[in-house]
């Protein structure tokens, strides 16, 4: 699935077979506020990604059901547009998002519910946030 966040706030879903075929829309944003970034865990996984992330310019997290591709929550934790998440480390369930506020989030797919499990002001305005696999040294 190919994934694609637009300006007016809404997330179309296509095939990865060519030529794309549109597979879903979800238009949830009220305010149509852009979607400025989508992730998904790393493709380390054997099973296909449960959720994916999105960041929208309305200082809003969403979190997507990828199989049915659905909104299953739209969290507020930020006071200014968010501008990337990343699923962090190994996780198919924790992720992060960095906004124009400053502030970098860590959130939970599964048990988080509407706030961040940590949260942390850097002081200036972000936009990228990436996270790498974990390794352990044996």
């Known amino acids: 699935q190919v994934w694609v966040g637009f300006s007016d706030g809404v997330v179309r879903v ?15 944003s009220t305010n149509k506020a852009t979607c400025n970034a989508l ?5 380390s ?6 959720f994916v ?6 200082d809003h997290v969403v ?17 200014a547009a968010v501008n990337a998440v990343a ?9 992060a998002s960095a906004a124009d506020d400053g502030h970098l989030c860590l959130w ?7 706030a961040p ?12 946030v990436l996270s790498t696999p974990l390794t352990v040294d044996e």
């Open 14 to 28: 296509f095939s990865e077979q060519r030529p794309f075929a549109l597979r879903a829309t979800i238009g949830f």
């Open 39 to 43: 992730a998904a865990p790393s493709p």
């Open 45 to 50: 996984h054997v099973q296909p990604a449960r």
């Open 53 to 58: 992330a999105g960041a929208f310019g309305d």
């Open 63 to 79: 979190v997507f059901d990828a199989a049915e591709r659905t909104v299953l929550r739209r969290m507020l934790a930020h006071t």
């Open 87 to 95: 699923f962090v480390g190994n996780s198919a369930t924790l992720f």
């Open 108 to 114: 939970d797919a599964v048990e988080g519910g509407d």
């Open 117 to 128: 499990v940590a949260a942390c002001d850097v002081g200036h305005p972000l936009s990228a």
